[in-house]
């Protein structure tokens, strides 16, 4: 059983520039989440993949959006980049659409850094 | 907007000690409390979790108290060993929001 991956691993970007973040989930799950998390900060949800269907969205602007693939790999991707949007982005993937009980199990993350 | 509060923020214990982490919420509708556990360079990992109408759950050294008129839970680490050294973060679930995460402690053991 293979577990949730995320590429790239470090990304570099400058101010205004748009980016592509990529997460396969766990094999079986069909749901993936999205998460930023500021450095010294908890994880902040930005929105949830269900069946290629977006099925939930936190409290972010519409710049960060969102893709799941027919095989529930995912994409998170961001406009016209801030300094603030610098941070780990986290994905999560759960075996159904997210019931409270459900594991999440969470790749390791990308690293943006924004100039 | 911090939903889910979190003490301390970050935390020193001697091997074989007591870790004692706190957690506070004002949402009532919030429904189900985990607990993960993150290394530096992974994503979190889940830990152990509690439903509001327990008000203990242990599992191995780990263990949650949960006091749901105060609207608080903790996390207990008994025996604590340097390998626990890492940031652990309480969290907790409404069903639309998704998972609200505290901010998090930084948790070490001394050898």
């Known amino acids: 059983e293979t577990g949730v991956t995320q590429s790239p691993t470090h990304l570099i970007k400058t101010r205004g520039q748009q980016v592509t973040l990529r997460c396969s989930s766990q094999s079986g799950h069909n749901t993936v989440s999205w998460y930023q998390q500021a450095l010294g900060q908890g994880p902040q949800f930005i929105f949830q993949y269900y069946r290629e269907e977006e099925n939930g969205r936190g409290n972010f602007p519409p710049r960060f959006s969102g893709l799941q693939f027919p095989n529930y790999s995912s994409e998170l991707n961001v406009n016209a980049l801030e300094l603030d949007d610098s941070a780990l982005y986290l994905c999560a993937s759960t075996p159904s659409r997210t019931r409270s009980t459900d594991t999440q199990y969470f790749g390791p993350g990308t690293r943006l850094t924004v100039l | ?111």
């Open chain 2, 1 to 111: 907007q911090q939903q889910v509060k979190q003490s301390p923020q970050s935390l020193i214990v001697q091997k074989g000690g007591i870790s004692i982490i706190n957690c506070a919420y004002e949402n009532t509708a919030f429904d189900y409390f985990p607990w993960y556990q993150q290394f530096p360079g992974k994503g979190p990992a889940l830990l152990i979790a509690i439903r509001p109408d327990v008000s203990e759950k242990k599992e191995g050294r780990f263990t949650i108290s949960f006091n749901k008129s105060a609207k608080q839970f903790s996390l207990h680490i008994m025996d604590s060993q340097p390998g626990d050294s890492a940031t652990y973060f309480c969290a907790a679930w409404d069903y639309g929001q998704n998972f609200v995460f505290g901010p998090g402690t930084r948790l070490s053991v001394l050898p």
